[in-house]
Every structure is written in C-alpha cells, then in structure tokens.
C-alpha cells in the first residue's frame, strides 16, 4: 500500500508527541524485553511471523482506538475501496508520535532487528542494522524516506484488507508488527489476520494468526529465509485481514522503516 503527505526534516519532531498523557517509555521498554524472545525468533524463522501477547492492556488499546477521529494526530486518511486495497480505512500517524506508540515503535526496534540481521546473513545480504530506531531512522530520512508509517486502521462490517506487503522505498525493514486493539467476540467477528506464504514452485501456504486484545503478531514484511537442501532460499510473504463480519475492529500497525 502506498501513502501520501508531508513530513518535516529529521530532529527531535520524531521523539514522543510531549503534549500527550505522561507515558512510562520505560515501562513499555519492560513490557517488550519480558516477551520471550528465544520462541519469537524461532517461530519467525519458521513461519515468518510470531505472537507477542498481552502488549498492550484493555484501557491503552480502548484509548488509542478512540482517538481514531483526533485529526490532529494523523498526516493522511486512506480509504481502501479508492485504490482496490479492501474495504475499510487506515490513517498514518504524524510525527511527533503519540507517546505509546512512539515507545513500542523504540522499544520493538532492537530485538527485531537482531532478528533481521540474522536474516540477511542467511540470505548472503551483508546489509546490517543500527542498535537504536533513531539511528535507523536517520538512515531513512537521509535517503529522502521521511513519512512516518506507523497507522491506525479501522475496519467495520464488510470490510477487509487485501493480501499486500508494506514497501515504502529503499530501506526497507523486513518485519513489522499489528497490535489488535479491539476484543474478538466481543467488539467484532471475524476480522482474522492472515499471512500467505509463497515458496519457489510450490503451492501458496495460508496461515491465520488468533490474535486477543492488546496482543501483537511481529511478521515479515515481504520475505524470510527457508533452508533448504542448497542452503538457504527466499519465501515471499504477504499480509491482510479477512472479512469483519460484524462490529469494528481496530489494529496499531508499527512499520519502522519510514516512507518517501
């Protein structure tokens, strides 16, 4: 999917919106290095994707989804149906981020980029990554990369988002993460996150993740490494939602790579 609008050069306006409710950055930083890490990795490296759950509490997911409508916080609003994307509608975040938001984008950085090196050593990729998403993303922005990507997305009855993958430019991120804000049973059915896995001259593989509120999947933004009796190979991923066949689901999704 691609988006539009404007952002201001690189600086302090990517830290934590100040005017938002005092958030402990530390206390989610605690939160993320309490997952464990070890199964995340090994689940990621298998199927290219892995659930981390109870990341965010009911009131903190209640709070970000509510403010779905504060135009203040968002540079752009998409409606899917206007670009064949789905049904439903998504709106990026400006910068500076709201405070939650911006912590679990700092916080998740780390950890996964471990992961994403370990990736491209396998795949004979000597591309590396800096220890901080400050660093990366001033790597982003002096490649002209400078729109923030993480996004806000509302889906209701009907609605539903095609199998797509998030590429916004040269540096490209190869994982993300969706937190689910909205309560399955309870605040919408259906609605389920689903990931198709493409290997060379096979048929695709579908997988859905359950997910509850407030729980995040990390998966891979367009491919992962599969060993393979040659060593390893590419497997192409793609993402979306299935049909919301009642209520309205709400989902953060955390990209780290920034967009042109």
Same mark, same amino acid.
């Given at each position: 999917?691609?988006?539009?609008?404007?952002?201001? #050069?690189?600086?302090? *306006?990517?830290? $934590?919106?100040?005017?938002? %409710?005092?958030? +402990?950055?530390?206390? /989610?930083?605690? =939160? &993320?290095?309490?997952?464990d890490w070890m199964r995340v990795g090994?689940?990621?490296?298998?199927?290219?994707?892995?659930?981390?759950?109870? #990341?965010?509490?009911? *009131?903190?997911? $209640?709070?970000?989804?509510? %403010?779905?409508? +504060?135009?203040?916080? /968002?540079?752009? =609003? &998409?409606?899917?149906?206007?670009?064949?994307?789905?049904?439903?509608?998504?709106?990026?975040?400006?910068?500076?981020?709201?405070?939650?938001?911006?912590?679990?984008?700092?916080?998740?950085?780390?950890?996964? %980029?471990?992961?994403?090196?370990?990736?491209?050593?396998?795949?004979?990729?000597?591309?590396?990554?800096?220890?901080?998403?400050?660093?990366?993303?001033?790597?982003?922005?002096?490649?002209?990369?400078r729109r923030p990507t993480p996004l806000?997305?509302?889906?209701?009855?009907?609605?539903?988002?095609?199998?797509?993958?998030?590429?916004?430019?040269?540096?490209?991120?190869?994982?993300?993460?969706?937190?689910?804000?909205?309560?399955?049973?309870?605040?919408?059915?259906?609605?389920?996150?689903?990931?198709?896995?493409?290997?060379?001259?096979?048929?695709?593989?579908?997988?859905?993740?359950?997910?509850?509120?407030?729980?995040a999947v990390a998966f891979a933004v367009?491919?992962?490494?599969?060993?393979?009796?040659?060593?390893?190979?590419?497997?192409?991923?793609?993402?979306?939602?299935?049909?919301?066949?009642?209520?309205?689901?709400?989902?953060?999704?955390?990209?780290?790579?920034?967009?042109?």
């Amino acid at each position: 999917m691609r988006r539009t609008s404007s952002l201001p #050069l690189f600086g302090t *306006q990517i830290e $934590a919106d100040p005017g938002t %409710a005092a958030v +402990d950055a530390a206390g /989610y930083a605690a =939160r &993320v290095a309490a997952q464990d890490w070890m199964r995340v990795g090994a689940e990621l490296d298998e199927r290219g994707n892995a659930v981390l759950p109870r #990341l965010l509490a009911p *009131q903190e997911c $209640a709070a970000l989804a509510d %403010a779905y409508d +504060d135009d203040v916080r /968002y540079r752009s =609003r &998409v409606t899917m149906a206007r670009h064949g994307f789905g049904r439903g509608e998504y709106r990026y975040y400006r910068y500076p981020l709201p405070a939650p938001v911006q912590a679990l984008r700092s916080a998740l950085y780390p950890p996964l %980029a471990e992961v994403a090196a370990r990736w491209n050593r396998a795949l004979g990729d000597a591309s590396s990554y800096p220890p901080t998403l400050r660093d990366y993303l001033r790597r982003c922005h002096e490649a002209g990369q400078r729109r923030p990507t993480p996004l806000l997305l509302r889906y209701g009855e009907g609605d539903y988002n095609c199998l797509h993958q998030d590429v916004y430019g040269e540096h490209l991120f190869p994982l993300q993460v969706a937190i689910l804000l909205s309560e399955p049973g309870r605040d919408f059915d259906g609605g389920e996150f689903v990931l198709t896995e493409q290997r060379p001259r096979m048929q695709s593989r579908v997988e859905v993740v359950p997910l509850r509120q407030g729980d995040a999947v990390a998966f891979a933004v367009r491919q992962r490494p599969q060993s393979g009796a040659r060593g390893h190979y590419r497997v192409a991923l793609k993402h979306g939602v299935s049909r919301v066949r009642a209520g309205r689901r709400h989902t953060l999704g955390l990209i780290f790579h920034d967009a042109l």
